[in-house]
T-cell receptor, first 115, second 113 residues
Framework: GAVVSQHPSWVICKSGTSVKIECRSL??????MFWYRQFPKQSLMLMAT?????????EQGVEKDKFLINHASLTLSTLTVTSAHPEDSSFYIC???????????FGPGTRLLVL | GEDVEQSLFLSVREGDSSVINCTYT??????LYWYKQEPGAGLQLLTY?????DMKQDQRLTVLLNKKDKHLSLRIADTQTGDSAIYFC?????????????FGTGTRLQVFP
């Protein structure tokens, strides 16, 4: 149980385009979803926290207009990187927690490369 | 602010025990976690410990928590080559009524035959 999927697993796009990444909880209802960013050989940095049906809470230094987060249902959250630039290239990982709030289950990650 | 530190590398021989250490700063953390990340993959939750516990054992994994020193360790008994990965400790931090995770820098465990 407690499986989280992400789609796509990797994406290459041109500079200036927007990219949408989906995060789904497959076998539980995720009341809270988290989006992280991980640079090569570094730790995970929390970007934002979203609760179903409400606006995401962004961490300091994360541009909310650039990284649009939608958590429209209890099983789906999306992260849209708008007008992507090469410096946005990174590994994006989502996680989800349900009724057992102390446990976050992580997706497999999405590798974004912006040319 | 919150800060979680780990040593960067650990190399052990197959069959030996591995001990990965972590120090944290937020004394109000309710839970502390160990996650495993294999190359190019997401994070797998290995185990977690409630802050009022000193030890938790789960098969080959033993977690020790010294709350006074804010020190957490993960011991892997009979380490196998499949245990080679990056191990992250994380502390929970309450923010806007949500428990978010603060991750350590990660320890790369290499197991050699």
């Amino acid at each position: 149980g407690a499986v989280v999927s992400q789609h796509p697993s990797w994406v290459i796009c041109k500079s200036g385009t927007s990219v949408k990444i989906e995060c789904r909880s497959l076998d539980f209802q995720a009341t809270t979803m988290f989006w992280y960013r991980q640079f090569p050989k570094q730790s995970l940095m929390l970007m934002a926290t979203s609760n179903e049906g409400s606006k995401a809470t962004y961490e300091q230094g994360v541009e909310k207009d650039k990284f649009l987060i939608n958590h429209a249902s209890l099983t789906l959250s999306t992260l849209t990187v708008t007008s992507a630039h090469p410096e946005d290239s990174s590994f994006y990982i989502c996680s989800a927690s349900g009724t057992v709030k102390e446990t976050q289950y992580f997706g497999p990650g999405t590798r974004l490369l912006v040319l | 602010g919150e800060d979680v530190e780990q040593s960067l590398f650990l190399s052990v021989r197959e069959g030996d025990s591995s001990v990965i250490n972590c120090t944290y700063t937020d004394s109000s953390s309710t839970y502390l976690y160990w996650y495993k990340q294999e190359p190019g993959a997401g994070l797998q939750l290995l185990t977690y410990i409630f802050s009022n516990m000193d030890m938790k054992q789960d098969q080959r994994l033993t977690v020790l928590l010294n709350k006074k020193d804010k020190h957490l360790s993960l011991r892997i008994a009979d380490t196998q080559t499949g245990d080679s990965a990056i191990y992250f400790c994380a502390e929970s931090s309450r923010s806007y009524n949500t428990d978010k995770l603060i991750f350590g820098t990660g320890t790369r465990l290499q197991v050699f035959p």
